[in-house]
């Protein structure tokens, strides 16, 4: 039976020596050196305790167990080194390099010097089965401190490889999966051993080795965990802010990275080798990038704007697929609606300015000009709006034009124009409308504003509106935009003049 475990050691440091060489032959990875450290101190621990377990003396057993502190003492401060490295993808400060080394240093110089003064083990004793000897260790306290040190720097490790695995929607393809089932298939082991679970006391923290350099092996080799553009994909393509997604020629996911992802609910592992046009979203996806358009998506409640771009992959003038960028423009989306807003509208009543009515206005009278028909025009006034200011104060006329702005929208149709003339006056336009409708239109607008009630603080504040209407004549196509003001405002005059409140009409422009 010690044959046997001694075997799984032996074969333990060939497949790790195995591993460290590859790390060799592929050192132009900025992982590399730390990950054939990591190998070597793992092999120089698990061939220390073949030594161990076969050993025929007590000075044997202290011989070996000293060696196998050589490679035992830095073996998680290695493993965490990679993780921390593969997961923010950079180095640490120097100053932390030297602090976390210190314990594994430490350790060494206590496990070899123990003899003087017992800080890592009490004692160092033997026990014998059956004529195999073992060692029976009485723990001092350095051996917790480099326990409890040992084991955090593995809890850190997995931690660090479970965040990028989940991040990284790969399922079993990531990389970081195996490295973290290796760290996880370690600990394993570890605990039992720490549970008082082994026979003999055997240390089974070496056994654990072979199934995590299993799982180190199928990370480095099946999926490229030290190859160079392995970790420019995960530096440069995971990392990147604009979504990707790539498609093969066939047009079926090839890849997305971690953007895409999480622009995209359906863009998750299982998604791979499926085509796009198999998702509603896909569809409207492809139309937009295939011609360079903007992307509306809304998630969780929220709108976003992507702009969406396509490039085919060419290789030997064949077509092998396809990539989708998609670059985040809310920002700027909001910029162009607030600057829309500003150019076009009142920011108070929310209304069109005098720009935005006037550019609408006349392209309204043109289309009369050209094709006949009638319009009509409102100025509009608001009566005694100064009292207003003076009684209550301008926030409360603020309020009054407001409640008179969304009056007016109120009873106006979707084809109807209205826009803030200035100050407490505003402009109507009336589309395709003959007399009685315009004067039925304002007199809806007098009295609706008359029965308004206008709370500001404790008070409720009334006003007034006069009105004055031009309707221009269906057989005079010369018709201009400034008859019809000129008419609209002398009637409005009018309308002032005999007591406010009304309605008056002009001549026919």
Not at 15 to 35: D, E, G, P, T
Not at 351 to 373: C, I, M, P
Not at 481 to 503: H, N, T
Request: glycine share 8%; with cysteine; hydrophobic share 45%.
């Amino acid at each position: 039976m010690l044959f046997f475990l001694r075997g799984i050691l032996y074969l333990t440091g060939i497949v790790l020596f195995w591993i460290f060489c590859y790390c060799l032959a592929h050192r132009h990875n900025q992982l590399s050196s730390l990950f054939a450290m990591m190998s070597i101190a793992v092999m120089v621990y698990v061939v220390g305790y073949a030594f161990e377990l076969g050993s025929r003396s007590l000075e044997e057993i202290k011989f070996w167990l000293k060696l196998e502190y050589f490679g035992l003492s830095f073996i998680s401060t290695f493993w965490f080194f990679i993780a921390h490295k593969s997961r923010v993808k950079r180095e640490p400060a120097f100053g932390v390099y030297l602090i976390l080394l210190l314990i594994p240093i430490l350790t060494i110089f206590f496990s070899a010097t123990n003899d003087f003064h017992h800080l890592h083990y009490r004692e160092v004793s033997v026990i014998a089965v059956g004529g195999q000897l073992f060692a029976k260790l009485d723990k001092g306290p350095w051996y917790f401190v480099f326990v409890i040190y040992s084991n955090a720097m593995m809890v850190l490790s997995f931690a660090a490889f479970s965040i990028q695995w989940r991040t990284s929607k790969l399922g079993t393809a990531s990389t970081s999966f195996w490295m973290m089932l290796g760290s996880a298939w370690v600990g394993l082991f570890e605990l039992c051993y720490l549970l008082g679970l082994s026979p003999y006391g055997i240390d089974l923290a070496p056994f654990g080795f072979l199934g995590a350099a299993f799982f180190f092996s199928i990370a480095i080799v099946r999926y490229d965990f030290l190859q160079s553009d392995q970790l420019v994909k995960d530096i440069v393509f995971s990392g990147i802010s604009e979504g990707i997604l790539i498609l093969d020629s066939m047009d079926k996911i090839s890849d997305y990275n971690r953007a895409a992802g999480s622009l995209f609910s359906w863009l998750i592992p299982e998604a791979i080798g499926k085509k796009l046009g198999d998702f509603p979203e896909g569809v409207a996806l492809d139309g937009a990038a295939s011609r360079n358009k903007e992307l509306k998506i809304v998630q969780d409640g929220r709108t976003r704007y992507f702009e969406a771009k396509m490039t085919k992959l060419i290789d030997r003038k064949k077509n092998v697929g396809r990539v989708f960028l998609f670059k985040d423009v809310t920002g700027l989306h909001r910029l162009l609606r607030k600057l829309y807003r500003l150019a076009n509208y009142d920011m108070l009543t929310k209304t069109f300015n005098r720009h935005r009515f006037f550019d609408d206005a006349e392209k309204e009278v043109s289309r009369v000009q050209r094709y006949g028909g009638r319009i009509g025009l409102l100025m509009i006034d608001l009566d005694f709006f100064k009292v207003v200011n003076d009684r209550y104060g301008h926030q409360a006329g603020d309020a009054v034009l407001v409640a008179v702005a969304r009056t007016l929208k109120d009873r106006i149709r979707a084809s109807d124009i209205l826009g803030r003339y200035g100050g407490e006056e505003f402009i109507v336009v009336l589309t395709a409308v003959d007399p009685e409708k315009v004067l039925a239109v304002a007199e809806d607008m007098r009295e609706s504003v008359a029965a308004l009630r206008v709370p500001y603080r404790d008070k409720s504040i009334t006003t007034t509106i006069s009105i004055g209407m031009a309707v221009s004549d269906e057989s005079d196509r010369t018709t201009t935009l400034e008859k019809l003001l000129m008419e609209a405002d002398l009637a409005l005059y009018r309308a002032k003049k005999e007591g406010r409140d009304r309605v008056c009409s002009g001549e026919k422009a």
